[in-house]
C-alpha cells in the first residue's frame, strides 16, 4: 500500500465562481463524485477545509462489490495501490469471535486512500479550500459564501 500525500491536486482561490455542482466534502463520497462529473463535462467546485486530508487511525475496509464501483468508474487503476487485498476475515460481535469468512475486502488508511483520490481529480476540478458558512437557494441558482465572505 503507497501513500497518496495530495501533492498532484489542483487548487482554485476562493472567490466567485459559476459551476452546474457545488459539492462540499472532500471525502471519500465527495472527491469521487466530482472525479465522475469532472470526467462527464460538468464544472464541479469541490469544497473543502483542509487542502490535505490528515492522517488519523481508522479500521476501514471496502469489499469486493465497492471495488467494482471503483472499477466501474474507471478509478481502480488509483485506488489499487492504496488498498491492500486480504481474504480472511474474523467477525466478532459484542466483543466475542462469531465467524470466520472467506471474502474479498481492501484495507486502507483513510487519508492516504483521500489524498489519493484528491491526486486523480480531472485537472478540470481544483479544490476550494475554504469552510461553507450559508448557503441560499433561488428558482434557477443556489449561492455558498465560504467563511472567509469569498
Known sequence: MTSGKGEQMTTAP????EVDVAIIGAGM????L????GNAGRKVALIDPHRVHHDEFRAEKIGANQMRLFEKL?????VMPLVTPFTDVDVFRLGQFFA?????EYAFSYGALING????????????????????TG?????????DGA
Open 74 to 78: 474507471g478509478l481502480d487503476k488509483m
Open 100 to 104: 470466520r469468512e472467506k471474502k474479498w
Open 117 to 136: 483520490l484528491r491526486d486523480a481529480l480531472p485537472p478540470q476540478v481544483p479544490i476550494t479550500v475554504g469552510k461553507v458558512a450559508e448557503v441560499s
Open 14 to 17: 476562493a472567490g466567485p465562481a
Open 29 to 32: 463520497a465527495g472527491t469521487t
Open 139 to 147: 428558482p434557477d441558482l443556489q449561492r455558498l459564501v465560504l467563511a
Open 34 to 37: 466530482a472525479t465522475v462529473l
